[in-house]
């Protein structure tokens, strides 16, 4: 007989509440909040404290509840084509990035101020990273893609300057901002004439 709490089921009931509970935490995230409480949770999830304790004993559960919600948002494209999936991608990524849980929790991570917080991010991302990484794998593995960059390195071009303009300059990325990094991640990653 175990003694972990039992997990929320998928489907039915157990999803709404998972989600009422992921969104609740995720709204105390967006207003620059860790601090919030499982009653707070419960208050503005709609649901008991007992369900709250029950599936999700500590503040690190409810946090990795949330954080997981809020990183499955982006989900790497996979059109078949290298280019079609960079533009997609960096679409998803501007407005991922320029969301509130993203520019708070961007704010807290930054501050050093919670060091157990950046390591719960940190490894959260960790996988949804490795995710992003296989996008561009697969565009070198189809030739879609030269091999002169690592997926890491062609993931990084791509998405740190959408990350960037909401953090310094407090807005998303524009259209043409959007089209340049596009630009210049197609050009650095073109395939190689063959010789």
Not at 68 to 81: L, N
Not at 117 to 132: E, M, S, T
Not at 157 to 168: C, H, R
Request: with cysteine; aromatic share 8%; charged share 25%.
């Amino acid at each position: 007989m175990s003694d972990k709490p039992e997990r929320v089921r998928t489907g039915g009931r157990s999803e709404k509440v998972r989600v009422a509970v992921g969104e609740a935490c995720l709204g105390f995230l967006a207003e620059g909040r860790l601090d919030f409480t499982t009653v707070e949770v419960a208050t503005r999830a709609g649901v008991s404290r007992k369900t709250i304790y029950r599936w999700w004993p500590t503040h690190t559960d409810l946090l990795v509840e949330a954080l997981s919600m809020h990183f499955r948002q982006v989900t790497p494209p996979d059109t078949g084509s290298w280019e079609s999936d960079v533009r997609a991608f960096a679409e998803q990524i501007a407005e991922y990035a320029s969301s509130p849980v993203e520019v708070a929790s961007a704010a807290l991570m930054a501050s050093h101020r919670y060091p157990d917080f950046n390591k719960l991010v940190l490894g959260q991302y960790r996988p949804v990273i490795d995710a992003w990484q296989q996008m561009a794998q697969h565009a070198i593995d189809r030739g879609d893609a030269n091999a002169d960059h690592t997926p890491e390195a062609m993931v990084n071009a791509l998405t740190a300057p959408l990350f960037m303009a909401p953090m310094m300059l407090g807005r998303r990325s524009s259209a043409e901002e959007l089209e340049q990094v596009v630009g210049i991640v197609l050009a650095a990653t073109r395939p190689h004439p063959a010789s």
